[in-house]
T-cell receptor, first 120, second 113 residues
Framework: NAGVMQNPRHLVRRRGQEARLRCSPV?????VYWYRQLPEEGLKFMVY????????ESGMPKERFSAEFPKEGPSILRIQQVVRGDSAAYFC??????????????????FGAGTRLSVL | QQQVKQSPQSLIVQKGGISIINCAYE??????FPWYQQFPGKGPALLIA?????SEKKEGRFTISFNKSAKQFSLHIMDSQPGDSATYFC????????????FGGGTRLMVKP
């Protein structure tokens, strides 16, 4: 049972370019969360998605950031016109459905290894 | 308030000693409190978790103590080993609000041989 897969592991972009980060959740999980971790800090929630729907994006910057989780394929976190302050590790986590894992199981989030974005 | 405050920021323990990391939260609606372990260059991995209906949970060398009235919980690592050297994060979430995790700032643990 493969875990959460994120790619690329490392991404280097110049200021003004676009960054696309991909996340494939654990097979059978339909809940995806994105978190950002700045150096020497804890993880900060960005956005919560279920298949084809954004459930909560209260942690997303209002501009340049967007996320999707299509019916087929991985979840994508997109950062347009990157700036140096976007340099961070971006982690994706997934959790099971209520029906599939039980009501307590859906609390459990499994994290990927992250994408480390460096903006030059 | 959604904050979770974690202390200490860093901790050095001798091999075989007890490592203790503390967290405090403000939102009484939180109903799930996991601890994550993160090694450099890796993603966080769930270590142990507790719900507010119990005061203690033990799994192997790892124990969570939970004090609902004080809104505090702590992780105890017994017989600490060099392999436990990592960054530890406490977190909290609400079942009826999407289960998004609110993380503490992290504790960098070093266990000396």
């Amino acid at each position: 049972n493969a875990g959460v897969m994120q790619n690329p592991r490392h991404l280097v972009r110049r200021r003004g370019q676009e960054a696309r980060l991909r996340c494939s959740p654990v097979k059978g999980h339909s809940h995806v969360y994105w978190y950002r971790q700045l150096p020497e800090e804890g993880l900060k929630f960005m956005v919560y998605l279920q298949k084809e729907n954004i459930i909560d994006e209260s942690g997303m910057p209002k501009e340049r950031f967007s996320a999707e989780f299509p019916k087929e394929g991985p979840s994508i976190l997109r950062i347009q016109q990157v700036v140096r302050g976007d340099s961070a590790a971006y982690f994706c986590a997934s959790s099971p459905d209520y029906a599939g894992g039980g009501h307590r199981a859906k609390n459990i989030q499994y994290f990927g290894a992250g994408t480390r974005l460096s903006v030059l | 308030q959604q904050q979770v405050k974690q202390s200490p920021q860093s901790l050095i323990v001798q091999k075989g000693g007890i490592s203790i990391i503390n967290c405090a939260y403000e939102n009484t609606a939180f109903d799930y409190f996991p601890w994550y372990q993160q090694f450099p260059g890796k993603g966080p991995a769930l270590l142990i978790a507790i719900r507010p209906d119990v005061s203690e949970k033990k799994e192997g060398r790892f124990t969570i103590s939970f004090n609902k009235s004080a809104k505090q919980f702590s992780l105890h690592i017994m017989d600490s080993q060099p392999g436990d050297s990592a960054t530890y994060f406490c977190a909290a979430s609400m079942n009826n609000a999407g289960n998004m995790l609110t993380f503490g700032g992290g504790t960098r643990l070093m266990v000396k041989p």
